[in-house]
């Protein structure tokens, strides 16, 4: 039985294809590791300051380690200037 599947393969904000290794990080750890509030996240996410969560379940969002990890290395602005015109142009 060979069928097509349509899957959209899930990737990082550098466009590479999430490995089965990669970690989900739920917006408590997101907030610890990156020493910013929880509203702060959401606000950077929204000016795509920030990687993008990704919902899991229907009540459910996750951010992938290594983005908050390129995000933490980069800093909001260096983010932006590197990957928010993609972000924005993933949105539209």
Known sequence: MNQNR??????????????????YLSI??????????????????SAKKFPPSHNITDNRKVWFESDVQLWRTLGAQAFYAMYGKQLEQQVA
Do not use: A, D, P
Request: net charge neutral; proline share 0%; aromatic share 0%.
């Open 28 to 45: 408590k750890e997101v907030v610890e590791k990156c020493g910013v509030s929880r509203s702060t996240i959401l606000r950077l996410e």
């Open 6 to 23: 349509n899957v959209n393969k899930l990737t990082n904000v550098k466009g590479e294809e999430i490995s089965l290794n990669e970690s």
